[in-house]
């Protein structure tokens, strides 16, 4: 798949099949997460890749029951978690670069996925602490997203995205592109 076709191709997927992921295949994920830019070149990101039913179901109880994403993180077989050492990264008028260096990572390692068949789901809202204690992560890591990884079980249909007018400009704020 060339570059532009990944990109259009990626979506939020939340039905998984149970086919096992090649850990060749997982090992390209990460290796593509680890090239991604970083505030200094300081690469603060950490992944937890989470293939055990017992483990998955403990980060699932991490989210609300209602959140439909929760389900998707039993169904596929693999969950990526993103963590980050914010001492390890930079805050710069008011904006903490561990936060954008890490989702920097996570998104050349969605890109990946997407590349090798697989599918992802972005999620962002759950108790951090839970994470936290179910795999063991230090109190100065933060879990920044995670990501169900496997095989979709259900059709890639586009999004609708906001027009490039509407968001982009020439030379100042609302001059359309």
């Not at 991604?36 to 293939?51: D, G, H, T």
């Not at 996570?106 to 697989?118: N, R």
């Not at 100042?172 to 592109?177: D, I």
Request: charged letters at 25%.
């Amino acid at each position: 798949m060339d570059f532009m076709e990944v990109i259009y191709r990626r979506r939020s997927i939340r039905a998984y099949q149970s086919d096992p992921i090649a850990p060749e295949k997982i090992e390209q994920l990460l290796e593509a997460a680890r090239q991604a830019p970083s505030w200094k070149n300081l690469q603060c990101w950490r992944f937890i890749v989470v293939s055990s039913q017992q483990k998955r179901e403990a980060v699932a109880k991490a989210f609300s029951p209602t959140n439909p994403g929760a389900k998707a993180l039993l169904e596929a077989p693999c969950i990526i978690v993103l963590c980050a050492n914010p001492a390890e990264s930079e805050r710069w008028e008011e904006k903490d670069f561990f936060m954008l260096d890490a989702g920097l990572a996570m998104e050349h390692l969605i890109l990946a996925a997407t590349d090798l068949g697989l599918a992802t789901c972005w999620q962002g809202l759950f108790r951090e602490e839970k994470i936290r204690e179910a795999l063991g992560i230090p109190p100065q890591i933060r879990v920044i997203a995670l990501t169900p990884l496997g095989y979709p079980n259900q059709e890639r249909n586009p999004r609708p995205r906001k027009n490039l007018e509407d968001i982009a400009f020439r030379e100042v704020w609302a001059n359309p592109w």
